[in-house]
């Protein structure tokens, strides 16, 4: 490869704010160019698709995450196109038996300063592909990075090259960059996933009132959630599988298979699945955690630096705290101090991270129990967890605090989605 670089390139000796470049123009990826935007450090984004769709299906945002997304701008979107759910609830997987209730609405505002939302994941990209704006650039496929004394060469499948002072890794669990600095490979959990989408009118009994629902069975689960306004209805159902299958997006389910696998469940879960006229199958992976996942100029975020397992719903959430952590890390340096500021940004995320990885793989069994003694004590168990309060080392983390060096902001938020004066 030649020594070219972008002519986007910061000047040499120039000693203003970092440029920082992006690979991968996900949740994670656009979360933090809105937020260097907000701070005032250059960014582009380097995005391998040519153009966005609307893959994916709901998301759960926490209140951890929706307030940072609120400081980005996004209040007003996330009224229109999310909901907010009035309660988190677990029941039985064959008669449909309430196990646990978690309140959430505005209980969860008010102790934690921002709302539990539910989201179709591309509305959520959509509201944050217009704060980045032309900060991305689409059709980029990167396939190298090159660590320079001063800054980084990002290399693309054409041949061409863009220098920076930073180059993050947002680039998902599959991620150029993180081979660039570890060598690994993503561990398969032993489970696909089917997603839907589903008019809520054909399944009302699910959303009304507008709520988290999940069913707990022998060897698999069922989540389901109202996204896009109420409109829809989101479901993910984990079906055990042999072999090892690949990790994509755009993968097609059969909804009569999924129905197989679930066959003698409840009747609600039943037309979900009969309701569904297409599904996309996930094969569920993950990583061990890792020690340390940056060098001097390069750093991940998300699920490039720790995928994990979706059974705490917290992987979104957790690359919009790596985001805004980095950007407020980026946001005190010049050019030369760089190293530093990736250095504080590992230091503050990586312990919170490991922890999560750590608890969602270890949550698989417990979810799965086979009916029996187990699964009696675990539903014994589950009857007491309906305390908000026992969710504050997640959803009251303020991650943009714990970077700035201040105490956190958990003041109530109004119906327009912004702290309550006080």
Known sequence: MSSAASSEAPAPGDPGRPRVAVVGAGIGGLTLAAALARVGVPCTVFERAG????VGAGLQLAPNAVRLLHRLGLAPRLRERAVRPVAREIRRWENDALLSRLPL????ARLYGAPYLTVHRADLHEAL??????RVRRGRSVVGVESLPDGALLWFADGTGHRADAVVGADGIRSVVRGTLVRDAPVFSGHVVHRGLVPVERVPEAADPPRVTLWFGPGRHCVCYPVSGGRWLSFVATVPVGEAEPESWTTEGEPAELAAAYRGWNDTVSALFAAAARTGRWSLYDR???AAWSSDRVTLLGDAAHPMLP????GANQAVEDALTLAVCLSRVDRA????ALRRYESLRLPRTTELQRDSRGTTAATHLPDGEAQRARDAALRHAGDLRSMARWYGHDAMAVAAGRPPTRRPVTAEGVPAPG
């Open 105 to 108: 609405g505005e209980e969860c």
């Open 337 to 340: 101090g760089v190293p530093e």
């Open 129 to 134: 592909s217009g704060v980045a704006g032309d």
């Open 288 to 290: 061990k955690p890792l």
């Open 51 to 54: 153009e966005f769709s609307p």
């Open 311 to 314: 059974f705490l719903a917290q």
